[in-house]
């Protein structure tokens, strides 16, 4: 490493301590709830794990002893793992070339044979790389320690969930690239380091509140229409978006609030003209398309914003 690249190292250097050390702190706390709660499986859960055993007293007295222990005291990590990507937005991003435009240094690296391609890609390259890393650590950590407590728990703690949803698998790492490109795009704009970080955090928040919205239409959902009184609905674990009745001809119609505390439900709704249900759901297989598909989406937005960035250096830095 030398030239420019070393120099934008060096200037991340606090940086990257700071990474380095909360990076060290959040993972290895994950890594050590990951490995208590895999030691408490074997020893509180036997014969638990099974479908149908959480029925009884016994092991639902268990699972919330276990859940209690080894799921609570995690609460606080995941809530703060959901805001990780504007981290690396507000504190990598934001301030990358906003400091050096608003002091005029660039100038100055210009002006020495770097060219304005290397400069470029030397500033995106360092902190990219440590976004990478360090992001992917932490979520690889959580995403252990998720699937050691979430088989035992099942439906008590849900998969699609905004804890652990946005704290596992590769989706937080492409936010985290996706916020760093924003700060750096909104750094380039604006020239100013704390208009910049403001603007960033602004930004990557309506960002990442869409992608929560519009995460349900990634991936097809399943939808199921059952003509039948007792039929069932979407299967445990699933992310219902919605169900409700069915009449004799397959049309969709509003519950009927009058049949709730009604002796026998199902001759009820039928008076109603009820005769079938529908649920429309993302079962716990959709889990993984869904994660690998908004990657693809924030990676390609983020890859839109560098090419952006790019052509700013290139033709608009004065």
């Avoid at 504007?86 to 660039?106: D, H, I, K, N």
């Avoid at 924030?298 to 830095?317: E, K, N, P, Y």
Wanted: with cysteine; charged share 15%.
């Amino acid at each position: 490493m030398k030239g420019v690249t070393w120099l934008v190292w060096r200037r991340h250097r606090t940086a990257r301590w700071a990474l380095l050390a909360g990076t060290a702190l959040v993972a290895g706390y994950f890594a050590y709830g990951a490995y208590g709660a895999a030691d408490a499986v074997v020893r509180q859960l036997d014969g638990c794990t099974g479908a149908g055993a959480e029925n009884s007293r016994r092991c639902m007295d268990a699972l919330t002893d276990f859940q209690q222990q080894h799921q609570y005291p995690l609460r606080r990590p995941l809530q703060v793992l959901v805001l990780l990507p504007l981290v690396f937005g507000l504190f990598l991003g934001a301030p990358l070339f906003a400091q050096e435009l608003e002091s005029g240094t660039y100038r100055t690296a210009l002006a020495q044979s770097v060219t304005r391609t290397r400069w470029f890609l030397a500033n995106l390259a360092v902190p990219a790389a440590l976004t990478v890393l360090f992001a992917g650590l932490v979520t690889a950590a959580a995403t252990w320690w998720w699937h050691t407590v979430a088989v035992p728990l099942g439906s008590r703690f849900p998969w699609y969930g905004l804890m652990p949803y946005d704290a596992i698998g590769p989706a937080p790492v492409a936010k985290a690239v996706l916020m760093l490109l924003v700060g750096i795009a909104l750094s380039l704009l604006i020239r100013r380091t704390v208009a910049a970080m403001g603007a960033a955090l602004a930004v990557g928040g309506i960002l990442l509140f869409a992608l929560e919205r519009m995460r349900a239409a990634l991936w097809p959902s399943v939808l199921v229409r059952q003509q039948g009184a007792d039929v069932p609905g979407a299967p445990d674990g699933a992310w219902v978006l919605g169900e409700g009745l069915l009449s004799a001809e397959g049309r969709r119609i509003p519950d009927v609030p009058r049949c709730w505390g009604a002796e026998d439900y199902g001759q009820c709704l039928a008076r109603h003209g009820a005769t079938g249900r529908w649920a429309e759901y993302h079962p716990q297989a959709h889990l993984w398309p869904l994660q690998w598909v908004e990657t693809g989406l924030c990676l390609a937005v983020a890859a839109a914003l560098a090419a952006g960035c790019f052509w700013w250096t290139r033709r608009r830095l004065t």
